[in-house]
Each structure stands twice: as structure tokens, then as C-alpha cells.
């Protein structure tokens, strides 16, 4: 190999190393109400362009269909799930969550443990509005951890409807509206799952790819 060649290696290589996390200690907490919070900080990922090109190639994408009524539709997006002792498709998410647990291990009182990942490949893609209530965050406080890292969409937050009332959900009270993508974190905490509902609608615009990497503790879903 051409000296010219090992000094292009070198500094991809280079480029491929330099991805790494900052500091937690940045967060910052929104009360939402309801016994429910999001924690905010953007950019904890450095190079995340760099993650983004990796998973977007390693990680074994599965396209989803369901049940709709009497219909079977495509999910609008691609999917990955890594269990509790599965091996993540890069040392950086195992940092990721070994320092996500480490932060909130008092006020979480166990660990965070799967990986649930999402590939939104363009504007087309999108998750409908729901809370993450299949396991224990229907009956429980907990938290869901998201490193999102690509292009930026909306992650939105509404309250939930209470059980009954008719119409659109939170009673006229504002939608939240965060823009996740670069290597932003996003916790949502408390009663978060069970009291309020989050969304990432569609996009018109002419958008990029955005991978979500979502933590959670072992029976949250
Ligand atoms: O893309 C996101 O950040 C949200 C994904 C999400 O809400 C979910 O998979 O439960
Ligand atoms: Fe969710």
C-alpha cells in the first residue's frame, strides 16, 4: 500500500474513532405536568454523522407490516430491536446506555437495557401518536431514553386524552415540538408514557434519513 494510501486510511480511521459522547451533566429538565418530564441536550453525540453512516449499514433494518382495522399496512419506517444481551451494533451505544444508567440509576432505580431502533428514510416516514405503554410504562413511571442521529424531525408531545373525553387529545393545551436529529438526546420521564402521547408526523419537505435509538429498562415497550 502507497504511503499515500495508509495516510488516507489513517484518517478515516481517524473520522470513525472520533465518535463520541460528552458529558450528561448538560441536561436540561422540562416539568410537562402530570407527573410527567422530558430531559433536553442537544448534541451529547459528536460525530454522529459518522454513527448515522454506520448503523445505517450494519444494523439488520427489518421492514414491518400491521394490522390495521381490516387492513395490512407498511409501518412507515424501518425497524431493529436489540434485547438485554444482545450486543449493539456499535461500542458507542453500549457507552451510551452504561452512561444513561449510570446518571439516572437513583431516580430510575434500575438500569436502562434494550435498544429499540428506528430508520426514518425520508419525509414519508413517520410514527403516529401513541405513548410506549405495551410493558410496564401503562401502569408505571419510567423512562425512555432517545439518541437520534441524521437528518432532524419533530419528535412532538401532546397530553393524553383522558379516557372517554371525545375530540382531540390535551383539553386545547399546547403541543410540544422538538427538533432530534445531529446527536440530541431526549429523556422522557416520569409519567410521561402513560399521561402523555408523542409523535413524529409526516414531513412534506424534502427531508434526509434519521436514525432513533431508543433505550428503555428491561419490560418497557
Ligand atoms: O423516532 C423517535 O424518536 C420516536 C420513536 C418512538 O416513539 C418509538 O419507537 O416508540
Ligand atoms: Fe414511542
Do not use: N
Amino acid at each position: 500500500m502507497s504511503a499515500h494510501l495508509q495516510g488516507l486510511q489513517g484518517s478515516l480511521f481517524d473520522q470513525t474513532d472520533d465518535i463520541r459522547l460528552g458529558p450528561l451533566s448538560g441536561v436540561r429538565r422540562t416539568v410537562l405536568g402530570d407527573g410527567a418530564w422530558i430531559d433536553l441536550l442537544p448534541g451529547w453525540l459528536h460525530g454522529a454523522d459518522a454513527l448515522f453512516e454506520h448503523l445505517a449499514d450494519a444494523v439488520p433494518w427489518r421492514a414491518e407490516r400491521r394490522q390495521m382495522y381490516d387492513q395490512v399496512v407498511d409501518v412507515p419506517r424501518l425497524l431493529a430491536f436489540y434485547g438485554t444481551d444482545d450486543p449493539l451494533p456499535h461500542p458507542v451505544l453500549d457507552e451510551a446506555r452504561d452512561a444513561l444508567s449510570a446518571h439516572y440509576a437513583a431516580e430510575l432505580g434500575e438500569p436502562f437495557a434494550t435498544a429499540g431502533l428506528c430508520l426514518y428514510r425520508d419525509g414519508r416516514d413517520s410514527v403516529a401518536w401513541h405513548g410506549d405503554r405495551h410493558g410496564r410504562g401503562a401502569s408505571e413511571d419510567t423512562m425512555v431514553a432517545i439518541l437520534s442521529v441524521g437528518t432532524p424531525r419533530d419528535l412532538l408531545l401532546r397530553p393524553r386524552r383522558p379516557a372517554g373525553a371525545a375530540g382531540r387529545g390535551g383539553a386545547g393545551r399546547a403541543t410540544l415540538r422538538q427538533s432530534l436529529g445531529h446527536g440530541d438526546l431526549i429523556v422522557m420521564g416520569g409519567s410521561c408514557q402513560r399521561t402523555w402521547e408523542h409523535a413524529v408526523p409526516k414531513s412534506t419537505h424534502a427531508t434526509g434519513p434519521r436514525i432513533s435509538i431508543q433505550f428503555r429498562p428491561q419490560g418497557v415497550a
